[in-house]
C-alpha cells in the first residue's frame, strides 16, 4: 500500500513557475514507477509526465515537453514536477501516481494521491 500527498499548487501568472511535490508513504517507494497527470474543470485526466523507479528514464505529454521535468528522489519517496514558462491552458488538478509499470495510461497506475491545484493566470 502506498499513500501519495501533493503539495506545491498555487496561483501563478502566465510565464511563472511552480514545483510540485508529491510525498509518498510505505518502504517500497523505489520499486514504483510515477506518474502526474492533471485534469481541467469540466475536462477528462489527462497524462503529463512519467519516471521509472530509478530516474533514467522519462517521458512527457507533447503539450509539456520542453517545460516540465519529472524527477524523483528515492532517499526522500519524492517524486517532483517542476513547471516552467506556465501558460493559462496548464490550469488543473495535478494528481500524482504510483504503479508497477510505466505508462501513460491513467488505469495502469494503482495508487493516487488528492491532488493540487495550478491556476495559472494571463
Known amino acids: 500500500q502506498v499513500q501519495l500527498v501533493e503539495s506545491g499548487g498555487g496561483l501563478v501568472q502566465a510565464g511563472g513557475s511552480l514545483r510540485l511535490s508529491c510525498a509518498a508513504s510505505?518502504?517500497?517507494?523505489?520499486?514504483?514507477?510515477m506518474g502526474w497527470f492533471r485534469q481541467a474543470s469540466g475536462k477528462e485526466r489527462e497524462f503529463v509526465a512519467t519516471?521509472?523507479?530509478?530516474?533514467?528514464?522519462?517521458y512527457y505529454a507533447d503539450s509539456v515537453k520542453g517545460r516540465f521535468t519529472i524527477s524523483r528522489d528515492n532517499a526522500k519517496n519524492t517524486v517532483y514536477l517542476q513547471m516552467n514558462t506556465l501558460k493559462p491552458e496548464d490550469t488543473a488538478v495535478y494528481y500524482c501516481?504510483?504503479?508497477?509499470?510505466?505508462?501513460?495510461?491513467?488505469?495502469?497506475?494503482?495508487?493516487w494521491g488528492q491532488g493540487t491545484q495550478v491556476t495559472v493566470s494571463s
Open positions: 501516481a504510483a504503479g508497477s509499470v510505466q505508462a501513460v495510461a491513467a488505469s495502469m497506475y494503482d495508487y
Open positions: 510505505g518502504r517500497t517507494f523505489s520499486s514504483y514507477a
Open positions: 519516471i521509472n523507479w530509478n530516474g533514467g528514464i522519462t
